[in-house]
């Protein structure tokens, strides 16, 4: 199975940061990635796909970018609404791998 | 549009449970649908896929032990889980995949657009 890595597993930033998550794939995945944002008891939401396109209805501070086996997602300036956990998923492959998440929480 | 999990709750080890999944908005029987878990500090784990046209796939880890199906009249997905260890308690997810379709197939995408809240599987003695 691909192994999907992010970093770091925890950040501590403020309102109007800018924040970037990276996730790196044990082989090539091309741009088959998806980014997702989960808050405590609640669905995970998807946020970007193919690894740099942004879901319908999702704030244009989110952006991805990368190809391969190294990504980011940046969110420009972070909102008290992004204070969450961030995965990434890899499907390049039909085992659909995610990372361990990412928490962002306030400095 | 939202799904909606239950059915999950505290099972013996080598025990049983069915977890449903109902779905307002969408029709399951149309979309490709999976079931994602969770165990508690680790990450998501896809487990199962429905496709439309009734194929079904596992992740080694649940193969000869859980049965995805759904029930069109509901529009409700379910997963049977038999043998149950303690490796399988985790929050269990519904989740839509992404996917496309020209005038004569269908393909999934692999990736999830919709997710629901989940509900969390506890497997001990």
């Known amino acids: 199975d691909i192994q999907m890595t992010q970093s770091p597993s925890t950040l501590s930033a403020s309102v109007g940061d800018r924040v970037t998550i990276t996730c790196r794939a044990s082989?090539?995945?091309?741009?088959?990635l998806a980014w997702y944002q989960q808050k405590p008891g609640k669905a995970p939401k998807l946020l970007i796909y193919?690894?740099?396109t942004l879901e319908s209805g999702v704030p244009s501070r989110f952006s991805g970018s990368g190809s391969g086996t190294e990504f980011t997602l940046t969110i420009s300036s972070l909102q008290p609404d992004d204070f969450a956990t961030y995965y990434c998923?890899?499907?390049?492959?039909?085992?659909?791998?995610f990372g361990q998440g990412t928490k962002v929480d306030i400095k | 549009v939202q799904l909606v999990e239950s059915g999950g709750g505290l099972v013996q080890p080598g025990g049983s449970l069915r977890l449903s999944c109902a779905a307002s908005?969408?029709?399951?029987?149309?979309?490709?649908m999976s079931w994602v878990r969770q165990a508690p500090g680790k990450e998501l784990e896809w487990v199962s896929v429905?496709?439309?046209?009734?194929?079904?796939y596992y992740a080694d880890s649940v193969a000869g032990r859980f049965t995805i199906s759904r029930d069109d009249s509901t529009n409700t997905l379910f997963l049977q889980m038999n043998s149950l260890t303690a490796e399988d308690t985790a929050v269990y997810y519904c989740?839509?995949?992404?996917?496309?379709?020209?005038?004569?197939?269908?393909?999934?995408?692999?990736?999830?657009?919709?997710w629901g809240r989940g509900t969390l599987v506890s497997v001990s003695s």
């Open positions: 989740a839509r995949e992404a996917h496309s379709c020209t005038t004569t197939s269908c393909s999934t995408f692999w990736y999830f657009n919709l």
């Open positions: 908005g969408i029709s399951v029987n149309d979309n490709y």
């Open positions: 429905l496709y439309s046209i009734g194929t079904t």
């Open positions: 082989q090539t995945i091309n741009d088959w």
């Open positions: 193919k690894a740099s």
């Open positions: 998923q890899q499907y390049n492959s039909y085992s659909r791998t």
